[in-house]
Structure formats: structure tokens, C-alpha cells
């Protein structure tokens, strides 16, 4: 005849030396509602002390987490727990468990614990039953699968009704979640219902610099540096950092728009075909082209940190090019001793890199210095806004396409066809709305970076070191006649000079513009 839990606790009392395990999860350790690891701990010691059971530190697995199939975090406790019963390592003949849906609230999870468990002649002790549960006896399994599917149920109902309120607050436009650094949020004093969201006047004017600082050319990291020289902080205390400012840059919400895909995993990812994007009830805080701009900037590709020498701390690198076989050019340090541009894949070309960049700077310099008045930025040029709205538009879906297709392609997938003809089709549309731009001849690259005419030199001494590398990508482009800039510089091959004979960069450059048979020489 079967022994009820609390009378098989009593005989393992009479036992000598029984050793003991806990798996301990709360949800959220702050949550105030949940009893945390540390009370569920104290728990199993009183019930160690009541049966003269051994407890060790190192029996004991801890962890904070969702233990439902909604989780994305992974368990790394109970990972730990699940590999010692299967490699033999688990010692204790008893698991300590405040409740089953401590243990986990999904159902297959569950039933290997149970079975590894019953395999291991270890017994549970649920501390809310004031018994042991021991899985080989049939009554008691049959309560740890309910109470394991019950568990299951309820955190399904649970995020179903969450899904559905958060869908119909989306289609609304009211806030989610947390409240967005840049805002605040106003409540009834008495209520505590929601009345609006606003610009909190202390970080709104901080998170509109680090979007003017980004487009003008500047780091991330340069930005965190100095917020957090200045002393200011993020919202919950802690430095500023490239990633953090990246990733809030870079989200919606400060468009003044609600965007509801809980399918999308990062802002950093396109949205996809499910999300629904409505007005939000708040005042953005920056507009569309900024924000645009600033998108397709964090975006690039070519930002994918590199720690080559001269990916990031030379001016020139991977924008000028060599003459004969096209290649960028990087910077290598020859013999520890001297800096030089070199064509990397072919060898062609071997340039001294502070005389390549001193030459480099003089030809900006006096082209922004005479850039003919027509081509400064003309804000009452109502065109040329409408037509920068559709290109950073049409730049920003091209790059969701693509971001598309390659996850399509890195899945394993087939080559999406409507995929291929949108993509097609916005390179059209962009080459259009690029030469109007042209047509309309205003640098609008260089709008907020320096500005042309007589103050250019203080300003670009005074210009941080990203700044001047935007600005030479975009001199230095090679882009069509007609178009801003002076065209790519390339660097030609020079043989044998003789001894003592250098020869110097205005000698072996020349501008390159594709679409043209004739090369414009520098002399």
C-alpha cells in the first residue's frame, strides 16, 4: 500500500546522510509578487532542518527567467540541472521545488524532468503541498503532468490577452512598454490612467543632439564620450556607449509613430509583412529625413567594425583608389617605420600617407572654399525638400529589400522574385530622384557636415575626425559630371625615380568620374 508524501518524508528522516537538491526561478525578482529565489530558498532550509536533510550551495540551482515557451532568454540553471541527471552527476535523492510551475511552465520540458527524475530514483518536494511527490507512483505523476499543463494553460491565456491588448492600443497609436528615453509620461493623480506622453525637457534636447551629431558625421562612440565626460547619463544611471545610442536612434517612436511587429527582433531588422504602423497620440522629436538619414547611416554595412589598422583612424582609407587596377587603397605600415596608402589585393600602387592626405585636404578645402553659390542649400526650396523626402524614403525601403533578401538567402531559402523586381524597381526610382537632386544642384550631403565658402578651413580644423572622413567620401565620390564633388581620387603607379627623386602626389593623381573617356588630370 502507498505511503502518503509527508509519511515517506518521515522515513527519509529516520535515514542517515540524505542529500538534497533545489531549483529555485522566479519570473522576475522584482516583481513583488512572486516569492523570490532567496525566499524559496529560506524555505527549503526550514524543511531541511524539520527532516534532517543535507542542503549544499552546490546542489542549489538558481536563476531569474520566464520558464514558458514565450521565453527568449535561455535557462541556464535548469539547462544545468536537466545535463547532471542525464550524465550521472546528480547526487541527491531528493529535488526541492517551491511549486511545479517553478520548474517550468512547458508541458515537454516538464514530462523529461519527470522521467529523468524517475529514471534517477529521485522524488520531489513541493514546498506548497508540504509533501514529496515521488514520480514513480502513478497518482503523483498524474498531479505533476496536470499541475505542469495547467501552468502551460494559464501562461498561454495570459499572453494571448496580452497580445490582443497590446494589438488594439497599437491600432490606437498609444505607448507601449517602457517610457522612450526623450519622453514622460503624464497620469491622473488619482486614477493613475494615462493622459499623454510628452518630451521630457531634459532629454529630449540630448537625444535631438546625437541625432544632428550622427548625420553630421560624428561616431557613436565619439558622441558616448563626450555625454558622459559632460556628466550626462542614461536614464537608469549608466554610461553612454556606441551600442546603447545606436539602438535607440534608431527606433520609430521618435517619429511620432506606433509600430506594432512582435515578429521583428530587433530595430536593427526591416519590419516585416505583419507589422501595423499607426500615428502615435505623442509629439516626435525628430523629423522623417533626419531620422532617415540617420537609419541609413547606422545601417551601413561598411560600419561593421574592423580592426584592420587603417579601417577607421586614417583619413583616406577606402576612399581613394588605385589608377590601374581600381582597388581601394589601405594603409600599411612599411618596415615599422613608414605610414603609406598601398593597393592591398594587387600591390600597385605605395604612396607616403601624410603627403597623400596633406594634398588630399588642400583639394577639399579649396573646392568647398569656391563651391559656386548656387549649390549651397536652399530652404525655401520646396522641391528639392519633397525630393529628399522621397529619397531617403526610397533609400530606406531598397535597404529593407536587400536586408530582406539576404536573410531569405542565409535561411537557405529560394531567391524571392518579388523581392528582386522591387529591388529593381527602387534602383529606378532612386537614379531618378538622385538626378533631380543633381539637377537641382544643391550639395545636400554636406548639409550640417561643414559649411562651403570663405569660414571652411576653421571649420573643418575645428571638425571631429569622423566628420572630415564624411566629408571626403563625399568630395571625393566617384560620381558623374555635373554631380557634387570632384570625382575619386586615384593614385597612379610611378616605376624606379632615382636616387633622392620623390615624387610627390600632384604628380601621379588624377580624378576619376565613370561614364567618361576622358580623365581629368591634376596639374
Not at 509527508?6 to 528522516?13: D, G, I, N, S
Not at 530514483?121 to 509533501?131: A, K, L, N, P, S
Not at 505542469?148 to 494589438?167: H, P
Not at 519633397?386 to 524614403?393: K, Q
Amino acid at each position: 500500500m502507498d505511503v502518503t508524501g509527508l509519511e515517506v518524508a518521515t522515513r527519509m528522516q529516520q535515514s542517515t546522510a540524505i542529500e538534497v537538491a533545489a531549483y529555485e526561478r522566479v519570473s522576475k525578482d522584482d516583481s513583488g509578487v512572486e516569492r523570490s529565489p532567496e525566499e524559496q530558498h529560506d524555505g527549503h532550509l526550514e524543511t531541511c532542518d524539520q527532516f534532517n536533510w543535507t542542503l549544499s550551495e552546490k546542489a542549489v540551482y538558481r536563476e531569474v527567467g520566464s520558464a514558458s515557451k514565450y521565453q527568449r532568454k535561455a535557462r541556464d540553471a535548469f539547462d544545468r540541472l536537466i545535463a547532471d541527471l542525464r550524465g550521472g552527476r546528480f547526487a541527491a535523492k531528493v529535488l526541492m521545488l517551491y511549486a511545479i510551475n517553478r520548474g517550468s511552465r512547458k508541458t515537454e520540458e516538464w514530462l523529461e524532468l519527470i522521467n529523468l527524475c524517475e529514471e534517477s530514483d529521485v522524488v520531489f518536494w513541493v514546498t506548497i503541498y508540504e509533501r514529496i511527490v515521488d514520480p514513480k507512483k502513478p497518482r503523483d505523476r498524474k498531479q505533476l503532468i496536470d499541475d505542469a499543463s495547467k501552468g502551460e494553460l494559464d501562461v498561454a491565456e495570459m499572453s494571448q490577452n496580452i497580445r490582443r491588448a497590446t494589438a488594439a492600443a497599437a491600432k490606437k497609436g498609444l505607448p507601449h512598454a517602457r517610457i522612450p528615453y526623450g519622453y514622460r509620461r503624464i497620469y491622473d493623480e488619482r486614477t493613475r490612467k494615462f493622459l499623454r506622453q510628452e518630451p521630457d525637457p531634459v532629454e529630449a534636447p540630448i537625444l535631438q543632439e546625437m541625432y544632428r551629431r550622427v548625420l553630421k558625421g560624428e561616431s557613436l562612440r565619439g558622441i558616448a564620450t563626450d555625454l558622459n565626460t559632460r556628466g550626462s547619463k542614461r536614464r537608469g544611471g549608466g554610461d553612454w556607449n556606441s551600442q546603447n545610442i545606436g539602438f535607440l536612434l534608431l527606433h520609430e517612436t521618435y517619429l511620432g509613430i506606433r509600430v506594432h511587429d512582435p515578429n521583428r527582433r530587433s530595430v536593427y531588422d526591416p519590419m516585416t509583412p505583419d507589422a501595423v504602423v499607426t500615428q502615435g497620440v505623442w509629439e516626435p522629436l525628430i523629423d522623417k529625413p533626419t531620422w532617415l538619414g540617420v537609419k541609413r547611416i547606422l545601417r551601413d554595412p561598411s560600419r561593421l567594425t574592423n580592426s584592420r589598422p587603417g579601417a577607421v583612424i586614417h583619413l583616406l582609407s577606402g576612399v581613394v583608389a588605385c589608377a590601374k587596377c581600381g582597388e581601394l587603397l589601405r594603409v600599411n605600415l612599411k618596415k615599422r617605420k613608414y605610414w603609406r596608402y598601398v593597393c592591398v589585393k594587387n600591390g600597385c600602387v605605395n604612396v607616403d600617407k601624410f603627403d597623400l592626405e596633406l594634398y588630399a585636404e588642400g583639394l577639399i578645402l579649396r573646392y568647398l572654399e569656391t563651391l559656386d553659390e548656387h549649390l549651397v542649400v536652399d530652404d525655401s526650396n520646396t522641391e528639392l525638400d519633397e525630393v529628399l523626402v522621397r529619397l531617403a524614403d526610397a533609400r530606406s525601403d531598397y535597404d529593407d529589400v536587400t536586408a530582406a533578401a539576404r536573410a531569405r538567402k542565409d535561411a537557405g531559402k529560394a531567391k524571392s522574385k518579388f523581392a528582386t523586381e522591387r529591388a529593381m524597381e527602387l534602383e529606378d526610382e532612386i537614379a531618378e530622384l538622385e538626378k533631380r537632386e543633381a539637377e537641382l544642384r544643391t550639395p545636400s550631403a554636406l548639409s550640417g557636415l561643414i559649411t562651403p565658402g570663405a569660414g571652411v578651413r576653421q571649420e573643418w580644423k575645428d571638425a571631429a575626425f569622423s566628420t572630415k572622413r564624411e566629408i571626403a567620401k563625399i568630395i571625393l565620390a566617384p560620381t558623374p559630371e555635373g554631380t557634387l564633388g570632384l570625382g575619386q581620387l586615384r593614385v597612379e603607379q610611378v616605376g624606379p625615380t632615382g636616387r633622392g627623386r620623390k615624387v610627390m602626389p600632384i604628380e601621379r593623381t588624377h580624378f576619376y568620374r565613370p561614364g567618361k573617356s576622358e580623365l581629368k588630370r591634376l596639374r
